[in-house]
């Protein structure tokens, strides 16, 4: 009696195996695969958003207008249909002979100095809140050269910094229309810079390598304008608050053969225009 029991009940247990095996596969069967024109209908326009349950990857360069250079990147990135996201920048920087509001106090080249370069790399995963509203929150390193601190003037003294920055961050993209989708970008962290430099005017010889630490916050705001099926343009406004942190050698003057930093707490703003091309 036993025995009929186990018979009856695995042969149950293997028939609804087999009926669900048949749902999945009829339900995978009949859900075909969106085409690229359906996909990019849906999208924000905006990097580090895709339509759920689809990939979207874009290319494309941008512009930043900074009060002590200008900053130029190419970049690449992807959302994959399961949600992670990735994106790499390659930065050149023209350095101006100006103030650098980041860190105020700090004496002002005569000379442009050196250009600037660096690579950015971020990793986030996309939360897909509604069908129009999406957050991404990830993380970012920067790898620089002159791009936070460069000093030269006509008497042979020079900075050089070199730059790592890890920071946490959040995007808050929203799709207002087909076309416009307004987004915010909070990130911020920890940044080191190691300095280096020669300053043949020093009245004190001393050794010249010293170490600028910053807590970085900065909340940008952004508004994509698709004027395609493809392409968008992404107008943005960054405002930034530096912490700075000198060690000893790089808070002492200039004079005394240091590297002359601050540790006052710098704000500035910062515009910029981006052009994604996404497929």
């Not at 002590?68 to 690449?76: C, E, H, L």
């Not at 442009?112 to 990830?138: K, R, V």
């Not at 003294?157 to 730059?163: F, G, K, V």
Request: with cysteine.
């Amino acid at each position: 009696m036993k025995f009929k029991i186990y018979l009856v009940a695995a042969s149950c247990l293997f028939s609804y195996a087999a009926f669900a095996d048949n749902n999945v596969a009829a339900s995978t069967s009949y859900a075909p695969k969106q085409t690229e024109s359906q996909v990019l209908s849906q999208y924000l326009g905006l990097p580090g958003t895709a339509p759920k349950h689809d990939t979207v990857s874009a290319a494309g360069a941008a512009f930043e207008n900074t009060p002590s250079g200008t900053n130029v990147y190419g970049f690449y990135t992807q959302t994959l249909s399961n949600d992670i996201y990735y994106e790499v920048r390659l930065y050149g920087r023209e350095n101006y002979a100006t103030t650098n509001p980041n860190i105020p106090g700090v004496a002002v080249g005569d000379i442009a100095p050196s250009n600037g370069y660096g690579i950015t790399g971020m990793l986030g995963y996309t939360l897909h809140t509604s069908p129009t509203f999406d957050i991404t929150p990830y993380v970012r390193v920067n790898l620089q050269q002159n791009m936070a601190v460069s000093f030269v003037d006509t008497e042979g003294d020079q900075t050089n910094s070199r730059t790592y920055a890890l920071l946490l961050g959040s995007k808050f993209a929203f799709k207002a229309t087909p076309t416009f989708s307004p987004y915010i970008n909070l990130y911020g962290g920890y940044q080191n810079n190691t300095l280096s430099g020669t300053y043949p005017s020093a009245t004190v010889t001393s050794p010249t390598d010293g170490t600028l630490v910053q807590w970085v916050t900065n909340y940008e705001i952004g508004l994509g304008t698709k004027v395609s099926e493809h392409v968008t343009l992404i107008p943005y406004w960054i405002y930034t608050t530096t912490f700075n942190y000198p060690d000893s050698q790089a808070s002492t003057s200039l004079a005394s053969g240091g590297n002359g930093q601050s540790s006052l707490t710098g704000t500035s703003q910062s515009f910029g225009l981006k052009l994604s091309v996404a497929w």
